[in-house]
């Protein structure tokens, strides 16, 4: 299907996108993607994309299929043809740019997390209330959200399925970092990152521990180490991999992170994140124990999701595998037969078919910036406890003025 056909009679939305690497890559898979499998309302227009390196946003924009390259985020935001920003860069430059983009009247989706600190977090949610009252809309982008298999998780939870949960236990673990000479990359350092392990993984499994439940981390009692205290300053960084140059640097960040908590209504959650966990690439696990039964999921079998019902006879009873690739599951109704399974990318292409869908019906998407502060709130207090020998640090809820 060409894209004229694809999208024939739809009022364009213009997408401006500041960052072009790992994310900026899978966010541009998940525009070109969406017109093509679902229905939309409205027609994602690749506007421009927008990088510091002259050559290399060119480039960028040719094999990403952007249609203008900028150099500069502020003439991006200006510019008429784009009414979304698309925020791909690290951390450190979050707040700035969305502010600013909301403040030009334009909708913004921000990759996680949120922000660098619960301060940047809160002017973000303040400004994005300020541009509701105007239309436009802001998200954060908790891809994993949009996992078919976590989604129908999230009803299963909602629909009473385990009754009152027990435990939330999850996990991400990689192994990246696990060479000492790996360089001083972006991630590694606190001004450009925030933290380490904790903020890149443990902001998505604290969103989805939260998302899952229905309810917020109410309190933490953590750990977090690093434990390479210093590597070789970078001669070339790209994404996960880079080259070590002359001279070395601190690390800032942590590399790993354990807490446990409590669910505001009463669960026990214990969470784990690391970057030097031998032999793990991308490897998160979820499990919620309730008072009726249990689910599971692993990312490495993303399609699949373990239940446990209780109630089935004992002589029988165990976790079910459900196949999560029918067209009654959620997202699927665009994709291909039952049993062939989705991967990675798909989730960009879900997340923008959502926010796509929201704008059009003038909706808050979800999950909202007001959610993306409350993981920064979660975040502060393991950093909090690790500081205190672990001592339980309550999360704030405390709504932002």
């Not at 009414?83 to 983009?101: F, K, M, N, R, W």
């Not at 972006?186 to 604290?206: F, K, M, P, T, Y």
């Not at 909202?368 to 393991?382: C, K, T």
């Amino acid at each position: 299907m060409s894209d004229e056909t694809a999208t024939a009679g739809k009022p364009a939305l213009g997408i401006g996108m500041v960052g072009y690497a790992f994310m900026g890559a899978a966010h541009s898979q998940g525009w070109r993607t969406a017109p093509r499998v679902y229905d939309l309302p409205l027609r994602p227009a690749m506007a421009a994309v927008c990088g510091r390196d002259p050559a290399k946003v060119a480039a960028a924009a040719d094999q990403l299929g952007w249609a203008a390259a900028e150099t500069d985020w502020r003439a991006l935001i200006t510019r008429d043809d784009v009414q979304l920003v698309d925020v791909c860069t690290p951390g450190d430059s979050h707040a700035e740019i969305a502010i600013a983009a909301l403040e030009a009247g334009k909708h913004v989706l921000c990759e996680k997390p949120l922000a660098n600190s619960v301060a940047e977090a809160e002017a973000m949610v303040a400004a994005a209330r300020r541009a509701r009252e105007r239309g436009q809309l802001a998200m954060v982008g908790f891809n994993y959200r949009r996992v078919p298999a976590l989604s129908y998780a999230r009803k299963l939870v909602a629909d009473g399925r385990l009754g009152a949960l027990r435990h939330v236990r999850l996990t991400y673990l990689q192994d990246w970092l696990m060479d000492p000479e790996f360089p001083l990359a972006w991630r590694l350092q606190r001004e450009h990152a925030g933290s380490g392990a904790l903020g890149d993984l443990g902001a998505h499994i604290v969103d989805l521990a939260q998302y899952l439940a229905g309810e917020r981390v109410a309190g933490v009692s953590a750990h977090t180490e690093t434990f390479v205290k210093e590597r070789p300053l970078p001669a070339s960084a790209a994404g996960l991999s880079g080259a070590a140059g002359a001279g070395r640097g601190r690390v800032t960040v942590d590399d790993a992170a354990v807490f446990s908590g409590r669910m505001a209504g009463g669960a026990l959650a214990s969470f784990e994140v690391s970057r030097m966990a031998a032999g793990r690439k991308n490897a998160m696990s979820v499990e919620l124990n309730g008072e009726l039964g249990s689910l599971s999921f692993d990312l490495e079998r993303l399609n699949e999701l373990q239940f446990h019902d209780h109630a089935d006879d004992p002589a029988i009873s165990g976790f079910r595998r459900v196949l999560v690739t029918e067209p009654e599951h959620p997202y699927l109704e665009g994709w291909w037969p039952p049993g062939h399974g989705l991967g990675y990318e798909h989730t960009f292409v879900h997340q923008a078919r959502d926010l796509i869908t929201a704008i059009a019906e003038g909706e808050q998407p979800a999950p909202s910036f007001e959610d993306g502060l409350q993981v920064q709130r979660v975040l502060a207090a393991v950093e909090e406890s690790a500081e205190k020998n672990s001592v339980y640090t309550a999360v704030d809820q405390h709504p932002t003025p």
